[in-house]
């Protein structure tokens, strides 16, 4: 058998990579242990600050040079992660091994002690997961959202005023508009969008057990809390003071939670685009020097909506396994949240692709006017509603003695093709106002769309 050369496993990482590629910034191996790096470097620079141990404040060269090792993190340092930790076979020892040398060649080497002071590896992981998921949501995640959602908001305005046959439960049913159904999902995405942003990412840093013992042991006359609140808040984190050796992951369920439930809202938006496709109410407009099928050449396929559908539901089934299991840990902590977390951008990254693909496909369709009246047009017997509900106003307002209209109505068009002229001459033969019968008479299926329009603005 043939050997061929190394590939990735993962289509992330190979067809799709120019899509998520923002997303390995901060989600990938190298992403962490930058992370990892700057949370050592940033606690040197708060025991110093401190002059915790009799240890002097660095210079501000000294700490704009600590700080260079976060931003210059490139190939060399991941490279020597890598021969570190395989001799330490410890990720977060091969980090602080890392910051130690580095320590040496910028002439620090009297602090290098204070590397890793006190700290367990959680305390380095849980800091450096929460700035560099909190990142790629901030920068990544959130801002493609947000491309999905102003577009869909502009077809949604765009289409407000077209007239569409419903269909609840797949059958012809009081109209709507299609900018209306846009907008509906505006609405709902915009909602979940609120909730992400407001997460929280929260960060402990308190030792092996989440006592602070270590840290007594060595000064017991320091606020250690104190130093462990300030020195995550500086990260911009909200410190949780209250932990066993790990953070407890909850923020960590909580979002990715949410992000499921955005998944599937865009899941249901994808299938019904597709739905609306394949009955011909919105067109795909052709790709020059796209192919639709390899051997039918009239189709265009709506690849776009199939491949964010199928990449949400990867998304979701990752994010819901993470939230699910992070929130255990035995006892004190096991190490099963490790390995874990380091799906989180794959879970994200099948997300970010979806998000790209909806982006795409919102921007590559129009609609078909033409076959949406002709919809309508072809089912008259929907008015039966609004014909039913008119006459029980006029009964109540003393205008009209018809029993039951409901009955009436369904007797007339309960499995039924009414037209129009049937319908006009059911109306004129009414006995209700005059008032209320001219605006009966008036009434077509495409101008049945009450107040669709309209409540488009509600998304202001
Ligand atoms: O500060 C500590 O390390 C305390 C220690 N707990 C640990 N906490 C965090 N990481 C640990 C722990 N133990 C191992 N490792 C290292 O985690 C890595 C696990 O690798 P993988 O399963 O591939 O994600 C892999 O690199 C492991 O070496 C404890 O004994 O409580």
New binding site residues.
Partial sequence: MSQLPPQVLSPLDGRYRAAVTNLGEYLSEAGLNRARVQVEVEWLIALTDRGLFGSAALTDAQKAALRQLVTDFGQAEIDELAEL?AT???????VEYLVRRRLGTLGLDHIAELTHFA?????I?NLSYALTVSAAVREVWLPKLQLVIDKLRARAEEFRADAMLARTHGQPATPTTLGKELAVFVYRLERIQKQIEGNDYLGKFSG?TGTFAAHVAAEPSADWPTISREFVESLGLDWNPLTT??ESHDWQAELYTRVSHANRVLHNLATDIWTYISMGYFRQIPQAGATGSSTMPHKINPIRFENAEANLELSSAILDSLAATLVTSRL??D?TD??T??NIGVGFGHSLLALDNILRGLGEIDVDRTLLAADLDSNWEILGEAIQTVIRAEVTAGRSSIEDPYALLKELTRGKRIGQADLVAFVSALEIGDEAKARLLTLTPAGYVGLADSLVDRLD
Avoid: P
């Fill in positions: 930790e330490t076979r410890h990720d977060v020892k091969a700290a367990t590896s959680e305390d992981n092996a050796q790990i004190q902590r190490l490790s390995t977390q380091r």
